[in-house]
């Protein structure tokens, strides 16, 4: 199977922004395992500004663009430091893609990324991309990272997208706010209803929220690929999704009608 993985900054960090060990260590150990499995893994991970507002020691996320890029230029390096040496333990290689809106939009660009994204896999190699958050200012920022691991899976043409979130999926309400909010295990289409359920924006360290990845959802079930919605406190909930036991909230990519 071809998996688009996308972790979020409240799956990778603390809410302090410094880094959660213990669950990046685990979502590495599961990842090598499924590679090592036979499984095509690809990981869209953010954390750059998040990690390097801890890293920095600043007392919130920066709100201004320049800083923002400073605390991104410092964060993503930790990132991929960690990323190395814990994937290392497990005999896997990783690289680094940083991707603005102009590169996709940008028809060689776009094509040169695919055609490094399908070496980087037939070298067994463990792609991370992120978006280049140093120099992507409002005009080529793709703005979040649920959209860039929409646009990747389409782009490598992924069987499935898993989104790990703070969440454990789509819910009628907000389970935040709301006791009696159920979640929905399947969505199979992307209407009104579906699209009124994605409110605002998550966690404090992050961009994302639930309106970003229902936006994931519909670039990738447009184009055959499912996605998952789970919960990142569990990467071993990923070994379930690859078994397709029912995990989450998933999105049903549109079928042809013959
Ligand atoms: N690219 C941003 C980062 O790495 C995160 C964007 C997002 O969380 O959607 O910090």
């Given at each position: 199977?071809?998996?688009?993985?996308?972790?979020?900054t409240?799956?990778l960090a603390h809410a302090s922004g410094r880094l959660?060990?213990?669950?990046?260590?685990?979502?590495?150990?599961?990842?090598?395992?499924?590679?090592?499995?036979?499984?095509?893994?690809?990981?869209?991970s953010s954390g750059a500004i998040g990690m390097g507002v801890g890293k920095l020691k600043l007392s919130s996320r920066p709100s201004d663009t320049a800083g923002k890029q400073a605390a991104a230029a410092v964060g993503q390096c930790e990132l991929m430091y960690t990323y190395?040496?814990?994937?290392?333990?497990?005999?896997?290689?990783?690289?680094q893609?940083l991707?603005?809106?102009?590169?996709?939009?940008?028809?060689?660009?776009?094509?040169?990324?695919?055609?490094?994204?399908?070496?980087?896999?037939?070298?067994?190699?463990?792609?991370?991309?992120n978006e280049n958050d140093t120099v992507a200012?409002?005009?080529?920022?793709?703005?979040?990272n649920?959209?860039?691991?929409?646009?990747?899976?389409?782009?490598?043409?992924?069987?499935?997208?898993?989104?790990?979130?703070?969440?454990?999926?789509?819910?009628?309400?907000?389970?935040?706010?709301?006791?009696?909010?159920?979640?929905?295990?399947?969505?199979?289409?992307?209407?009104?209803?579906?699209?009124?359920?994605?409110?605002?924006?998550?966690?404090s360290l992050g961009t994302?929220?639930?309106?970003?990845?229902?936006?994931?959802?519909?670039?990738?079930?447009?184009?055959?690929?499912?996605?998952?919605?789970?919960?990142?406190?569990?990467?071993?909930?990923?070994?379930?999704?690859?078994?397709?036991?029912?995990?989450?909230?998933?999105?049903?990519?549109?079928?042809?009608?013959?």
């Amino acid at each position: 199977m071809k998996l688009v993985v996308k972790v979020g900054t409240s799956t990778l960090a603390h809410a302090s922004g410094r880094l959660n060990i213990r669950r990046m260590e685990l979502l590495c150990k599961v990842l090598s395992d499924l590679k090592n499995a036979g499984h095509e893994v690809i990981l869209v991970s953010s954390g750059a500004i998040g990690m390097g507002v801890g890293k920095l020691k600043l007392s919130s996320r920066p709100s201004d663009t320049a800083g923002k890029q400073a605390a991104a230029a410092v964060g993503q390096c930790e990132l991929m430091y960690t990323y190395d040496k814990i994937f290392s333990e497990y005999d896997h290689t990783v690289a680094q893609i940083l991707l603005t809106a102009e590169d996709l939009r940008n028809e060689m660009r776009h094509k040169n990324f695919e055609n490094t994204m399908d070496r980087l896999l037939k070298m067994q190699v463990l792609p991370i991309i992120n978006e280049n958050d140093t120099v992507a200012t409002e005009e080529i920022e793709i703005g979040d990272n649920d959209t860039l691991a929409g646009i990747v899976a389409v782009s490598v043409g992924a069987d499935l997208l898993v989104l790990l979130s703070d969440i454990d999926g789509l819910y009628t309400a907000d389970p935040r706010k709301d006791e009696n909010a159920k979640l929905i295990e399947s969505v199979y289409e992307i209407d009104e209803h579906i699209i009124s359920l994605g409110g605002g924006k998550g966690s404090s360290l992050g961009t994302g929220g639930m309106a970003t990845k229902l936006r994931a959802a519909e670039i990738v079930t447009e184009r055959g690929c499912d996605m998952i919605i789970t919960n990142g406190e569990h990467p071993e909930a990923l070994y379930d999704i690859v078994e397709g036991k029912q995990t989450g909230t998933r999105f049903y990519a549109k079928k042809e009608i013959k």
